[in-house]
């Protein structure tokens, strides 16, 4: 498929709208040869059902997983969904041959929203990344939740960005890392080591004491009454 066709150039307008997240994940695909895609939540298949049709133009593949029966989202020779805990790494990869042989282009996280699951997901799947491929995590902006007073999906939003951040904190030297806001938050890791690199160990990074971000404030103004 010629991208620069204006059939196509139309209907990914009308798929990818310009500023969306969505967009941002197609556009990174806009240039790979039969780029291998693995979808990690289903849920209504909004998302799986844009990145098929992509996959059907640029003669590449979605591998989709979800922990519920999705299979009757969609039906395509370019998707291949299976029931299973994303978690379990070593069955998808029995299921999903060709992500272990080749490699992803792209990786969509968007299953269970929980800091320690999406950390854990990112560590698994990191060395199955082809180098400039992409991870995008979803659901890591808190605001939309703070704009309605929502306590508990704050709390998971804001965890789970941080989990995000720390895995970019511990392999600085292996990715570039973007945080695009509006929706929902959307984070984007660039590989930039071969693929079957693994990400680094995880090490605890330095931070400062949450009870000097509070006192902050009153220190600086004491500060500067002492110079008066």
Known sequence: MDIKNIDFIKEYERIFRQGSHLRVMADSLLKKKNPCILECGVERGSSTKAF??????????????????CSKVLSSKNWTFLQSDDLEIDYVLSIFKQIKETGLDLIYID??????????????????????????????????????????NSIVYDLTDDAVKDFYYNNSNKTSYTKYFGESGLGSFIKTVELFEE??????????????????????????????
């Open 52 to 69: 098929v049709w992509l996959a059907e133009k640029l003669n590449g593949h979605v591998y989709s997983v979800d922990i519920d029966d």
């Open 199 to 228: 990400s680094n160990p995880k090490k605890k990074i330095w931070n400062y004491n949450i009870f000097l971000k509070i006192l902050y404030p009153y220190l600086r103004k004491i500060k500067k009454l002492i110079k008066l």
């Open 111 to 152: 299953s269970y929203h929980e800091n320690l699951h999406v950390e854990k997901l990112l560590n698994l799947y990191f060395e199955y990344v082809k180098k400039d491929g992409a991870i995008f995590v979803d659901d890591i902006d808190s605001f939309p939740f703070k704009q309605t007073k929502d306590i508990w």
